[in-house]
């Protein structure tokens, strides 16, 4: 049974900083890319950030220069740094891992609220 265990989020002021882990509890094959996603209320989830294995990343242009992901291999964890935080980056934050083949696999959820 695949877990992941998310962490690290809360509140912060504006222009303050927070990262994200991600923790896969269990073995994890043929993974594609893993990624953070946020869903803030009344709207859609977004991917955020991006990470192949080969450590290909991508980031969402709202976020770009600001937060940086990143993976562990050795403690099969992921983080999501940000920085320059902004109102507008409240939200719930969620890992995933995105599988060539399987299932998928989504984490509880950590809230991230930017407020003066």
């Known amino acids: 049974q695949v877990q992941l265990v998310e962490s690290g989020g809360g509140s912060v002021q504006p222009g303050g900083s927070l990262k994200l882990s991600c923790a896969a509890l269990g073995s994890i094959t043929a993974i594609k890319f893993m990624g953070w996603y946020r869903q803030a209320p009344g709207r859609q989830r977004e991917l955020v950030a991006s990470i192949t294995t080969g450590g290909i990343t991508n980031y969402a242009d709202s976020v770009k220069g600001r937060f940086t992901i990143s993976r562990d291999n050795a403690k099969n964890t992921m983080y999501l740094q940000m920085n320059s935080l902004k109102p507008e980056d409240t939200a719930v934050y969620y890992c995933?891992?995105?599988?060539?083949?399987?299932?998928?696999?989504w984490g509880q959820g950590t809230q991230v609220t930017v407020s003066s």
């Open positions: 995933h891992v995105n599988r060539l083949f399987g299932n998928n696999y």
